[in-house]
């Protein structure tokens, strides 16, 4: 059974950081694109960031800049680094597995649970 397990959200102030992190089980990753999403209450799920199976990443213009996405073929995890937190930036936090292109659309085989961020101003 594939299962990815989100740790790290929390509460932060703006402008502040905050990682997240996400280990998958069941499959290894390697060689897939592993990602991150989030989605607010009444919006729908939006794409963050993106780690390609080559290691090269992919950013939503809203968090370029600010967010990195970083991932461990050993450890079979995907990171979410986002410095300079801003208001909107809070939302539950997916990662994501096995991911198509084009990203945005958010066609991935593996999904976790989701970790809310929270984001006070």
């Known amino acids: 059974q594939v299962q990815l397990v989100e740790s790290g959200g929390g509460l932060v102030q703006a402008g502040g950081s905050l990682s997240v992190s996400c280990t998958a089980s069941?499959?290894?990753?390697?060689?897939?694109?592993l990602g991150w999403f989030r989605q607010t209450p009444g919006k729908e799920r939006e794409f963050v960031a993106v780690v390609g199976g080559s290691g090269a990443t992919y950013y939503a213009a809203s968090v370029m800049g600010r967010f990195t996405v970083s991932r461990s073929i050993t450890l079979n995890t995907v990171y979410l680094q986002m410095n300079n937190m801003k208001p909107e930036d809070a939302a539950v936090y997916y990662c994501?597995?096995?991911?198509?292109?084009?990203?945005?659309?958010?066609?991935?085989?593996?999904w976790g649970q989701g970790t809310q961020v929270t984001v006070s101003s």
């Open positions: 069941g499959r290894s990753f390697s060689g897939k694109a």
């Open positions: 994501a597995g096995d991911c198509q292109p084009p990203y945005a659309d958010g066609r991935c085989d593996a």
